[in-house]
Antibody
Framework: QVQLQESGPGLVKPSETLSLTCHVSGGSISSYYWSWIRQTPAKGLEWIGY???????NYNPSFTSRVTMSIDTSRNQVYLELRSVTPADTAVYYC?????????????WGLGILVTVSS | DIQMTQSPSSLSASVGDRITLTCRAS??????LNWYQQKPGRAPKLLIY???NLQSGVPSRFSGSGSGTNFSLTVSSLQPEDFATYFCQQSFNTPRTFGQGTKLEI
């Protein structure tokens, strides 16, 4: 059974960097598309981007200038880094896994982590 | 970006009712349309993928249809556990986009 769990600081100061980790258990981290998605009451569900198994990334243009995603196959972990955050980045952040295909849905989701941006 | 528009934004229904939710894409997405169910404080759960395919473990009272730009999710006989918010999402292109959701209420 594949399980995902996000971890990281629940509070980040404006202008700083939000760094989250997605811990993956019950399955290989290779050969899949790994996405980060966030949810706010104002904007709903927003796809931030994905890291895919061949080592490439595809970011939402809304975040491209300040986001980095990566994975560590030895630790079975996926990472999100979002720089220069503002209060508008306050959201529940999810990691999610698709399949090995480009058009795959988000089959597995983490529990989500609330990150608040505030001084 | 492909805009996904769901209707209605909320719906009141009763146990046993048959309901249909709709989702429209701003451009054709073939059949790359997925439906999710979300309950308060929980992550979304995949129900239907590629417009009409039932995800493993999802009750057969859920079904999906459509292609191109117009899609629908039907629940044939509502159960108490079905009262939740439903989202559609396109996986035709990037950036992936979601509808704003339909909240299904008693």
């Amino acid at each position: 059974q594949v399980q995902l769990q996000e971890s990281g600081p629940g509070l980040v100061k404006p202008s700083e960097t939000l760094s989250l980790t997605c811990h993956v258990s019950g399955g290989s981290i290779s050969s899949y598309y790994w996405s980060w998605i966030r949810q706010t009451p104002a904007k709903g569900l927003e796809w931030i981007g994905y890291f895919y198994h061949s080592g490439g990334t595809n970011y939402n243009p809304s975040f491209t200038s300040r986001v980095t995603m990566s994975i560590d196959t030895s630790r079975n972990q996926v990472y999100l880094e979002l720089r220069s955050v503002t209060p508008a980045d306050t959201a529940v952040y999810y990691c999610a896994r698709g399949s090995s295909g480009f058009n795959s849905p988000f089959v597995y989701w983490g529990l989500g982590i609330l990150v608040t941006v505030s001084s | 970006d492909i805009q996904m528009t769901q209707s209605p934004s909320s719906l009141s229904a009763s146990v046993g009712d048959r309901i249909t939710l709709t989702c429209r894409a701003s451009q054709t997405i073939n059949n790359y349309l997925n439906w999710y169910q979300q309950k308060p404080g929980r992550a979304p759960k995949l129900l239907i993928y590629a417009a009409s395919n039932l995800q493993s473990g999802v009750p057969s009272r859920f079904s999906g249809s459509g292609s191109g730009t117009n899609f629908s999710l039907t629940v044939s006989s509502l159960q108490p556990e079905d009262f939740a918010t439903y989202f559609c999402q396109q996986s035709f292109n990037t950036p992936r986009t979601f509808g704003q959701g339909t909240k299904l209420e008693i």
